[in-house]
């Protein structure tokens, strides 16, 4: 089991910065992808980030060069910072670790943090 609990989320104008932190129960990051989802209200979930154990990583095209996804193996925390914030990243966003064992998938996921950006 892996717990993870997120925090740093609040409210911004656009145009600004927010650093969201993800803390882990456990030390994981050498065998779990991590990612940062976002569901803003009426719509899907949708992958922000994701890192790899190895620590590749990949964006979704409308955060590209704005928001970047790292990790803090020491402290068990993985971290999304965002810049230019748009009124559109408004959403509640979570983390994800994930990792596939003897074919058999584990998820875990966040309570979430809410992000709203100001016009």
């Known amino acids: 089991q892996v717990q993870l609990v997120e925090s740093g989320g609040g409210l911004v104008q656009a145009g600004g910065s927010l650093r969201l932190s993800c803390a882990a129960s456990r030390s994981i990051f050498s065998t779990y992808a991590m990612g940062w989802y976002r569901q803003a209200p009426g719509k899907q979930r949708e992958l922000v980030a994701h890192?790899?154990?190895?620590?590749?990583?990949n964006y979704a095209d409308s955060v590209k060069g704005r928001f970047t996804i790292s990790t803090d193996n020491a402290k068990n925390t993985v971290y999304l910072q965002m810049y230019s914030l748009r009124p559109e990243d408004t959403a509640v966003y979570y983390c994800n670790a994930h990792v596939v064992v003897f074919s058999k998938e584990y998820n875990y996921w966040g309570q979430g943090t809410q992000v709203t950006v100001s016009s």
């Open positions: 890192i790899t154990s190895i620590g590749s990583t």
